[in-house]
């Protein structure tokens, strides 16, 4: 059990900076990475769909024997996280509940702002989550256009700054100094957003945060890698374009991810290797 990779799912690339802290903090593991590419984005989508093609994913991950499943996505966590977690015997990782944890130790005023994808904000899983700390006001926005800008390769230009000076105006009118990125592509936007939002509001990403939650959750199951061979890495998608993978992969992860496998359903079909330039 112990030598089984971590299974890590998004419904797209975007997981892969989860993926990539958990590389970096966890070098003797093995990961098999699931991107649900037939059905990304998740985050305009209905829940109860995101929330079937989660499922179905999650169940094709478990059919592969991985030792632990980290739900990469926030959206997919706000739509099942509570079905998985009676679904699965073994241990499920999400996104939401290590930034709302970090969240709550830095704020200072106790004011915090959420931004994510239409569907994150709308199922109000933030505010489920952050109900713990009652003392703390949440402000949450949803910023729609953002992924298309970051899968585009857009992270720096004006009018992505003036997109974002619209989506994050009223988070700073209500004085938040802290702010979640509620959203797996948004750590590639914190110099955008660092730049609107200024020095005094801390920004919070979860894939450094999940990535530790992934260290202590093998670490109290006792099912840390032992083997003293490579680990291994494998990265799966379900659509029809191994290409384009492979591109907004080289922009997530860099170019270590040189091979992805198109699935159907868990079964591999079509192994497809990078083209060297
Ligand atoms: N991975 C999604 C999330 O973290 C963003 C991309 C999508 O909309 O599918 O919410």
Do not use: W
């Amino acid at each position: 059990m112990s030598d089984a990779p971590i299974g890590i799912f998004d419904s797209g690339v975007g997981g892969l900076t989860v993926a990539r802290s958990v590389r970096d903090q966890l070098p003797r593991e093995s990961i098999l990475y699931v991107g649900d590419t037939a059905h990304s984005p998740y985050g305009p989508k209905p829940l109860a769909d995101v929330r079937r093609y989660a499922l179905d994913v999650l169940d094709d991950l478990v059919a592969q024997d991985v030792k632990m499943l980290v739900i990469a996505c926030n959206t997919a966590s706000a739509a099942m996280l509570r079905d998985a977690r009676e679904r699965y015997s073994v241990p499920v990782i999400e996104v939401i509940q290590p930034a709302v944890r970090t969240a709550v130790t830095v704020t200072r005023n106790n004011r915090v702002g959420v931004i994510g994808t239409t569907a994150t904000i709308t199922s109000r899983a933030y505010n489920d989550a952050f109900a713990a700390a009652p003392h703390l006001e949440l402000f949450t926005q949803a910023c729609p256009e953002f992924v298309r800008y970051v899968e585009a390769g857009d992270t720096t230009s004006r009018e992505l700054v003036s997109l974002a000076e619209g989506y994050l105006q009223p988070l700073l009118d209500e004085g938040i100094d802290t702010l979640v990125l509620g959203c797996t592509h948004y750590p590639f936007l914190k110099g955008a957003i660092s730049y609107v939002v200024g020095d005094g509001v801390r920004l919070v990403s979860s894939d450094t945060e999940t990535a530790n939650d992934v260290y202590r959750t093998l670490v109290r199951a006792g099912i840390e890698r032992t083997s003293s061979a490579p680990p291994t890495y494998r990265y799966e998608a379900t659509g029809t374009s191994a290409e384009e993978f492979l591109r907004l992969a080289e922009k997530f992860l860099g170019p270590e991810v040189s091979t992805v496998e198109l699935v159907e359903t868990g079964t591999i079909t079509i192994p497809h290797q990078r083209r060297t330039p």
